[in-house]
Nanobody
Framework: VQLQASGGGLVQAGGSLRLSCAAS????????MGWYRQAPGKQREMVAA???????NYADSVKGRFTISRDNAKNTVYLEMNSLKPEDTAVYYC??????????WGQGTLVTVSS
């Protein structure tokens, strides 16, 4: 499975961005797709995840501001980020998990939120 992420950039606090992650390859076995992020000097953390069945999970820090969605026909997952804060600044990584538990990572996309 290959994951191609896009959509990062520079935005002012309070603004919005949408990240996209397109999956290709042996995607038939992918059950979960989502996003992690890693800020400078911090560990990578889960941001949002979405199962094939539509069950979503969010980090407490982004609940009510971020929305994850999935277009199964396009094999793409999106992360709509609203009311962005400077502490959301990080490299965001798309990931997928197969039915057998195998994890896949895309390249990171940088999100910078200025105050």
């Amino acid at each position: 499975v290959q994951l191609q992420a896009s959509g990062g950039g520079l935005v002012q606090a309070g603004g919005s961005l949408r990240l996209s992650c397109a999956a290709s390859g042996n995607i038939i076995n992918v059950n979960v797709m989502g996003w992690y992020r890693q800020a400078p000097g911090k560990q990578r953390e889960m941001v949002a995840a979405l199962t094939l069945g539509g069950s979503a999970n969010y980090a407490d820090s982004v609940k009510g501001r971020f929305t994850i969605s999935r277009d199964n026909a396009k094999n793409t997952v999106y992360l709509e980020m609203n009311s962005l804060k400077p502490e959301d600044t990080a490299v965001y990584y798309c990931y997928a998990r197969g039915l057998d538990g195998t994890g896949y990572w895309g390249q990171g996309t940088l999100v910078t939120v200025s105050s």
